[in-house]
């Protein structure tokens, strides 16, 4: 009973002392709960992760588990945990696979089985992909002037998913059918290129290479889940422009009307619309005026206006790239080509000076005058005729030319005493003519000839004669003298002297010789063939020309003979006659020269008893044998001689004569 009794006791005095104890507080709420990675952000996949502090209890018992359940997004639970220890986060938590933001509620127990307050936390889930977008028409071509180019992209067709549109992912590439993520199902916050929401989605576009490049484009959602296919557009970039050439652009002056024609291609987009927004053109701009278009790569324009145009020429590819020189979109436009287009259809002006220079009259002067082209010093002519004659103009040779002026010169020596009539022809650059018979003045432009001081020349051999004949190798002396007016000696003129050889000797030989004061010359004529002597003044710009009579002077041919003994027996041995026909300045033929034997008896006549050739170095050798008994005892003389011959520059000569006693 006693055991009974203090069992009981014990009871109630734990009974009592319960009672009399104070009541435990439940624990606190987790400290900072929230979501790893981000509160409040769109998961793509259903697996959160928790992350809290666990607060002190101070004089409380201590915490012993973890309770969290999940919230649907009507608030229904739809998990419940406990875990038996103390956490501080939970490493997986898995919402159903519906898109909605759920809540989580985490809340501590104690020791003492006290359960304290709970803590929330969001937890946001969607896996819905966004429609596909369609991107607009995009021109076929672009060009330089279109960039920065600005694509707006469409926008998901239906409802958006729950997580709204965070924005959209774009890459250009060379691929046709690439993408711009690198996961099949969802894009890093870092691909999607623009993040302003459904509505940012105006893409610009800085620039791009030439050739064909391909933008590709989804919509992506707030969780980061992309359209399921990839919008496509293609990209054919021509940033070149045209090339452009005139035709039909004259080099210099022309008198008629000019039709151009301006031409273009285009490696790229090419000069054919091809359905571009601006169809392409080649133009034509004529001193800054409006333009000739032409639809495609050719456009024409005529020119009429006289004067000196600048042109201009530029052309429009199909991919809008142009080179006019403009403004297009903010970007200046490269130059246009330019060429110069020159018409002047009116003739210049021509006159002859008003008088002839006294210092040479035979000059003529025309002036040429033209106020577009100018005066063309290469072309044109003054002609001459005798006055009234009708007859047409004899060209004149043209003189030194000075600028704006026509010139030639009129050898006024050649022609007879009398009135002669002038016509200048003058021309501009542009071609244009223009023909005049007068002065400045307007005087009919006529000379009278003389214009000229006259001049007299005599020349002749010694003794005043015109014709002289000398031996071979001699020199002769020539004589002359040179006035002008009645008898007014000119001094220190020059005096030509001009020695024309006979048929087969050298060519002509001229030298000079000056007058002394009282107008006298005299000349030294070397030794050579015959020859023609001429003695001329050839004038001044002021002094007509003058020439002597023709002077003759005639070489005898030079010839040697010699025998081979002085005696001759008839009967005996022959004689041989051998010599040398000499011929200074003067070709002996390869089948020689003629040259003829001949003897005479004393007081008788020369006779020629053989002909015989020399050989190209003019020696010849002939055997005579004596049979005539009436030879004996008579004394003969015998020479060569050169007769006349064709091309052979000397007069008839012999040799002396060689006697030769027969026996």
């Keep these: 009973m006693r055991a009974g009794a203090a069992l009981a006791a014990a009871a109630a005095l734990a009974a009592a002392l319960a009672i009399a104890a104070p009541a435990t507080a439940s624990p606190p709420r987790p400290l900072d709960l929230r979501v790893t990675g981000g509160e409040g952000i769109w998961r793509a996949e ?115 998913p729950l997580s709204g549109i965070r924005g959209y992912a774009t890459a250009i590439d060379a691929a046709p059918e690439g993408t711009p993520c690198a996961e099949p199902s969802h894009c890093a916050e870092a691909e999607t290129t623009l993040r302003g929401g459904i509505e940012d989605n105006t893409l610009t576009i800085p620039a791009l290479p030439e050739g064909i490049s391909y933008l590709h484009a989804v919509a992506v959602s707030g969780s980061g ?96 790239n142009v080179d006019d020189g403009g403004d297009s979109n903010g970007i200046a436009n490269r130059a246009p080509r330019t060429a110069w ?53 004899e060209p004149l040779p043209p003189a030194a030319a000075a600028a704006g ?40 432009m006529v000379l009278s000839n003389p214009l000229k001081a006259t001049t007299t020349l005599r020349a002749s051999f010694g003794g005043g004669a015109l014709r002289h004949t000398v031996p071979p190798g001699r020199g002769v002396r020539l004589s002359g003298r040179l006035t002008t007016g009645r008898s007014t000696p000119m001094a ?53 020309r003058s020439a002597g009579h023709s002077l003759q002077l005639e070489v005898r041919s030079w010839v040697r003979l010699r025998a081979s003994a002085a005696v001759a027996r008839v009967g005996g041995a022959p004689l041989v006659f051998s010599g040398r026909l000499a011929a200074p300045q003067a070709a002996i033929p390869v089948g020689g020269r003629s040259v003829q034997l001949q003897f005479r008896l004393p007081g008788l006549p020369w006779a020629e008893f053989r002909t015989v050739q020399t050989d190209a170095g003019g020696r010849f050798r002939y055997a005579y044998r004596f049979s005539d008994d009436d030879s004996r005892g008579t004394r003969f003389q015998f020479r060569a001689y050169a007769p006349a011959q064709d091309d052979w520059p000397y007069e008839p000569g012999g040799s002396r004569p060689v006697i030769v006693l027969g026996r």
């Design 405 to 444: 002026e026509l010139r030639a010169r009129w050898d006024s020596d050649a022609y007879p005493v009398g009135d002669y009539e002038f016509q200048a022809t003058g021309y501009d650059a542009a071609g244009n003519a223009a023909v005049t018979t007068q002065r400045s003045n307007g005087t009919a």
């Design 341 to 393: 287009v020159r018409i002047d259809r009116g003739p210049p002006s021509v006159a002859f000076a008003n008088s002839q220079g006294p210092s040479d009259p035979d000059l003529l002067r025309a002036r040429i005058a033209d106020s577009l082209s100018g005066p063309d010093p290469t072309r044109g002519w003054i002609g001459v005729r005798a006055a009234r004659s009708g007859d047409r103009f």
């Design 492 to 544: 220190d003129a020059p005096v030509r002297i001009v020695e024309r050889f006979a048929s087969g000797a050298a060519a002509a030989r001229v030298s000079t010789v000056r007058t002394s004061a009282n107008g006298t010359f005299l000349a030294r004529l070397a030794p050579g063939p015959s020859r023609e002597v001429a003695a001329t003044f050839d004038g001044s710009p002021t002094l007509a």
């Design 46 to 160: 259903n697996h959160f992760q928790l992350e809290w502090a666990n607060p002190s209890t101070g004089s409380g018992p201590p915490l012993a588990a973890v309770h969290y359940r999940i919230l649907d997004p009507r608030g229904t639970a739809t998990d419940e945990t406990r875990i038996g220890w103390v956490s501080d986060g939970i490493a997986a938590i898995a919402v159903p696979k519906v898109p909605g933001t759920y809540t989580a509620e985490v809340w501590l127990e104690d020791t003492a089985g006290g359960q304290g307050p709970a803590a929330t936390a969001s937890l946001r889930f969607d896996d819905t992909k966004p429609a596909n977008i369609e991107l607009p028409p995009i021109p076929r071509w672009v060009g330089r002037t279109a960039f920065p180019l600005r694509v707006h992209l469409g926008h998901p067709p239906g409802p958006v």
């Design 225 to 320: 889940m992309k359209s399921a296919k990839s919008g496509q557009a293609t990209l054919r970039v021509d940033t070149t422009d045209p090339v452009t050439w005139l035709a039909g652009a004259p080099a210099g002056w022309v008198n008629q009307a000019v039709r151009l024609v301006a031409s273009a291609s285009d490696a790229g987009s090419g000069m054919a619309a091809n359905g571009s927004a601006a169809p392409p053109f080649t133009a034509i701009r004529i001193d800054g005026g409006v333009p000739a278009i032409g639809p495609g790569g050719s456009a024409a324009a005529t020119m009429i206006d006289e004067g000196a145009h600048r042109v201009a020429y530029y052309a429009r590819d199909a991919a809008g």
